[in-house]
């Protein structure tokens, strides 16, 4: 499975493909500044001393894999500092990064990332609904994990699609607290032998909500620790294009057949809610000079209490005050601030419309085009 695409202006990047070998010599092959989101599901390092038995004495399957070994905390930050360091060098200026872990390590990533000039804009914590029980009854119950979203540096205009969020959480605010459970049933993946085929296998529905809430279709996801391919599966599916790393081949083999078998969304449903920050600015002058509204011309508030004409130069004069749409209507209001799209109405065919409706359209048309 292999999908070569030439970025424009940029080397090329294998796209939709699953790189087989280390993560930080396969990040450093490829072209910096060409990632627009790195997803990062790294070893833990655990650090388990023997085996973990259930109550009935059977033995739990434990993470005890050597790819999450290391002989020591220095060994790890090594690692870890030299993978995010790779991470950061593909990234765009716009890019970001999702770092997940547990109590294990995730201080100790979260460190590194603001040594490394990385700018931490959340920690999410995936609380786990159904979690595995603490079977020795010498600790709390370990029933979350932490996940760190970074921009690249600080002041960098990543994407959030706040909207998009909000509407997937019935209309509230997304907050920093996921309950989602974990993999189980038929999305956890098997082997040949029945066993899992990954012991940390992240549920779809984790990646679903970091990919529609800070990528756009046609969006470059890279996972350096790809496993059976979770993320490669939801950016599939999303209409985003995904590169993976992975050395096991063991894990590639199963994230191979999975992701064959996944179809892309069609096109009118990978659109979601967007943030009206994120559409294109209009300013009131622009229907001015098109003609959609002349000078000299009426508008009206929409509590029909004030009225001001428009001006040649896309301000309006009202009273004893002139300026923008947004200070007229402040000031008429004897508010603070006032949202002249909103507050501000013409005449046609004898019934009030908001100036709103003009700005609309054209931002369709602008949309237009760059379809």
Known sequence: MKTT????????????TILNGDCIKMMNSLPENSIDLIFADPPYNLQLKGDLHRP????????????????????????????????RRLLKPSGAIWVIGSYHNVFRMGAELQNQGFWILNDVVWRKSNPMPNFRGKRFTNAHETMIWASKSEGARYTFNYEALKA?????????????????????????????????????????RVLIGSTNPGDVVLDPFFGTGTTGAVAKMLGRDFIGVEREAAYRKV???????????????????????????VPFGQLVERGMLRPGEELFSMNKRHKAKVRADGTLIGDDIKGSIHQVGAHLEGAPSCNGWTYWCFKQDGKRVPIDVLRQQIRAEMTDRHN
């Open 5 to 16: 695409i030439k970025k424009k202006g940029a080397s090329a990047l294998p796209l939709n």
């Open 56 to 87: 009935d004495n059977s033995k739990v399957d434990a993470v005890d894999n050597d790819w999450d070994q290391f002989s020591s905390f220095a060994a790890y930050d090594k690692f870890t500092h030299e993978w995010l360091k790779a991470a």
């Open 168 to 208: 997937l959480n019935e209309g509230v605010q997304m907050r920093s607290d996921w309950v989602l459970p974990i993999c189980t049933g038929h999305e956890r993946l098997k082997d040949e032998k029945g066993d899992k085929a990954h012991p940390t296998q992240k549920p779809e529905s984790l990646l679903h």
């Open 255 to 281: 994230a191979e057949k999975r992701l064959s078998d996944i179809r892309k969304f069609d096109r009118e449903s990978l659109q979601v809610s967007a943030s009206k920050r994120a559409e294109p600015r």
